[in-house]
Structures are given as C-alpha cells and as structure tokens.
Nanobody, 125 residues
C-alpha cells in the first residue's frame, strides 16, 4: 500500500480530529496530495488538496474555514486538521498522491492515483 491513512475515530459534533497520510517507499514531495471521503451509498468526493509546486491549498466549499491541509516534508506526511466537525462529515477518509493539478485545483477525484485503505471518521452525539 503506497499511502496509509490514520487518525480517524468516533467524535462528538463540534470537536476536532487530525488525519495523517504517510507514504511508504516513495516521497510525497513531487505529488499533489488530496484528501477524499466516501459516505455509505455515496460517491467518493474530494475534500482538500495541496499542490507540490507552491504548496497551494484547496477545499470543497462545505469544509472551508473548518479543515486545514498541510505537508511535513521531513516526515513525508500530509495532514488534514478537521475542526468543528459535523455529522455530515462522517465518512471513510482517503488520501491519494497524484499528478493531476487540475484535479487538485478543483478538489475532485483524479483519474489516476495511489490510494490508501482509508480511515473511518464518525461524528455523532
């Protein structure tokens, strides 16, 4: 598995979680890295993306102001800090390294990517 997600869990609405995407056997620096999620019965959707060139960050509208994506090149990891979580954020969260800048800018699922196994995030009282 080229990337591994961690950090999910069961939390109450309004609380925070930080997800980690770690690469195995390759460096993340040359790639755009996106976070995606898939709720039961729904298609996988883009949540956030960080580019490789200038570290630009992009978010879907529903998470703007609540989620923050960041890189740590020294640790070869990408993070998704999620604040003010809502029940509608419940999903399996995936990260993916890819070379599709347009998919990154528009926060959509790229045509080709190295996917992890996902980590479950459940927001419930």
């Amino acid at each position: 598995v080229p990337v591994v997600e961690s950090g999910g869990g069961l939390v109450q609405p309004g609380t925070s979680l930080t997800l980690t995407c770690a690469a195995s056997g390759f460096t993340l620096d040359p790639y755009a890295v996106g976070w995606f999620r898939q709720a039961p019965g729904k298609e996988r959707e883009g949540v956030s993306c960080i580019t490789t060139s200038d570290g630009g960050t992009y978010y879907r509208d529903s998470v703007k102001g609540r989620f923050t994506i960041s890189r740590d090149s020294a640790k070869n990891e990408v993070y998704l800090q999620m604040n003010s979580l809502k029940p509608e954020d419940t999903a399996v969260y995936y990260c993916a390294a890819h070379e599709d800048p347009l998919a990154c800018f528009s926060v959509r699922v790229p045509k080709a990517a190295s996917w992890g196994q996902g980590t479950q995030v459940t927001v419930s009282s």
